[in-house]
């Protein structure tokens, strides 16, 4: 192997590396802001089981309290 083929090979190697971990911390980050809405929708359920809310006014009010 050349000493340039050598190098691009280690390029490739170090870019597929970036891209896998890249990728990675990507689906972490996507998991943690699924379940960051999914904890605040099922806060907004209870919330709305508790209170009976019927009018905007209070689903407004538990949609800000429970930040969606």
Known sequence: MKNTERIMYQDAI???DVIELSSSRLL???KEI???YADRLLM???LV???GAKDSLT???IMSV???
Do not use: M, N
């Open 49 to 51: 089981e508790r209170t």
């Open 59 to 61: 689903v407004s009010w």
């Open 14 to 16: 170090t870019i597929t």
């Open 66 to 68: 429970s930040g969606i």
């Open 34 to 36: 699924e379940k960051f």
């Open 44 to 46: 907004a359920q209870e």
């Open 28 to 30: 972490e980050a996507q």
